[in-house]
């Protein structure tokens, strides 16, 4: 009788092992169980070579194409774009500011940290962007409406500090900063030249 209680009991939890998505050779990122999803038996006219180039679900499962491993995801449009690097039940999934620093948003518009599930403006952020290095925008700004309309979040030039380190500034001389207008010019004054 136990015998039998123990073999019921090993059955329960194997299923509850496969359907829940773990294993051993699996890890937690972002309290998501990383790694094979359970699949169906696949739709046998289901395409799924437009869906893995972009969003890197590349295997069909069921009806559905579905992200495999990380390596599905690192090779999509997703990753290389908006950083959804990192496979999560199924699917890509920002999970890491890895995953943003792959993505083009980070050197383009300085969004290299993943908060909530997406790439956003940080304070590190904004030292990695290009825009720092070339222009002297690498101050993070969170504008709660003091400061024109509210809502603005992003990176800036915040002092005459991120200007002096700027290509700008060693080429052109464009060291001094106009936090209002939000540039760099030598003196300082951002009107636009005649």
């Known amino acids: ?18 359907s829940s998505c773990t294993s051993t050779t699996e890890s937690q990122t972002n309290g998501c169980a990383v790694g094979t999803p359970p699949c169906a038996v696949a739709d046998p006219q289901l395409d799924c070579s437009i869906e893995c180039e972009l969003h890197g679900l590349c295997k069909k499962c069921g009806h559905d194409c579905v992200a495999y491993s990380n390596s599905d995801c690192t090779r999509s449009d997703a990753c290389n774009s908006v950083g959804q690097c990192t496979m999560c039940q199924g699917k890509c999934v920002v999970a890491s500011d890895d995953d ?3 993505g083009s948003l980070c050197m383009s518009q300085g969004r290299c940290e993943a908060i909530h599930g997406k790439c956003e403006w940080s304070i590190s952020g904004c030292k990695l962007w290009q825009a720092c290095r070339e ?3 690498c101050t993070y700004f969170n504008n709660t ?3 024109g309309p509210s809502g603005y979040i992003g990176c800036v030039i ?3 500090a991120d200007c002096e380190q700027s290509n700008d500034c060693k080429n052109n001389g464009y060291c001094k900063s ?5 540039c760099c010019r030598p003196d300082g004054k951002c009107a636009v030249d005649k």
């Open 178 to 182: 106009n936090e209002k207008d939000n």
């Open 100 to 102: 943003c620093q792959k």
């Open 158 to 160: 915040g002092s005459d």
């Open 135 to 137: 222009g002297g925008y």
């Open 145 to 147: 409406g003091r400061y």
């Open 1 to 18: 009788m136990l015998r039998d209680f123990l073999a019921a009991f090993s059955v329960t939890i194997t299923l509850v092992i496969i």
